[in-house]
Structures are given as C-alpha cells and as structure tokens.
C-alpha cells in the first residue's frame, strides 16, 4: 500500500495499460542514469499489480510521465500529467505532498 508523501516509481505500468508493446530507452537519458533522489525524498518501488489494487481500492494517485513531449504525444496512460525529465526540477513545485505520486 503507497503512503501519502510517497513517490512510487513505476516502469512497467506504461507497457501494461497501453495496447503495443513500449521499451523504455535508457540511451535517450544518458545524464540521469547516476542520479539519485534528494535525501528528504521518499521513494517507493511499486509493482504494476500492486498499483492496480491500490487504484481498484479507491486510490487516486498523481501520475506523472517523465518521458519526452515527443514520447507523450505518442502515447502516455490517461490523466497522466506530463513532466520531462530534462525540466523536471521545474515541475517539483507542483507536485502535492499528501497525494501519493506516481513517475514513470
């Protein structure tokens, strides 16, 4: 179960509730591959069955797509709010803390 405050990652979800088969390119984010979250994040690792329990239990997670705009407009999971990678230290602000996030 995902706490309020939470983020939870989660890269199989795009492949599941989509109708074609999608592979993540780690190449097109070569600068990110290092990184790690800032120390007063909290990051959850979730399976794709376990948010759809969550979901099908009434939870209303924020989900966010860190792909390209590109990639967004290709395909992305419905209600899903766009938020680039490369800006994502822009789009921080705007993430509630008491709703459970979602990133794929």
């Not at 290092?34 to 007063?40: D, G, I, R, S």
């Not at 766009?82 to 822009?90: G, Y």
């Amino acid at each position: 179960m995902l706490l309020k405050g939470t983020m939870a990652v989660v890269s199989a979800l795009f492949a599941i509730l989509t109708p074609w088969p999608i592979q993540a390119d780690p190449a097109k984010y070569p600068e990110f591959a290092q990184q790690k979250p800032a120390e007063n994040v909290k990051l959850q690792f979730i399976s794709v069955d376990d948010l759809v329990a969550d979901i099908k239990k009434g939870a209303k997670p924020l989900i966010i797509d860190v792909r390209s705009a590109e990639e967004f407009n290709e395909a992305h999971i419905l209600g899903a709010r766009l938020a680039p990678l490369a800006q994502f230290r822009d789009h921080i602000k705007t993430i509630p803390r008491d709703r459970v996030t979602i990133l794929y």
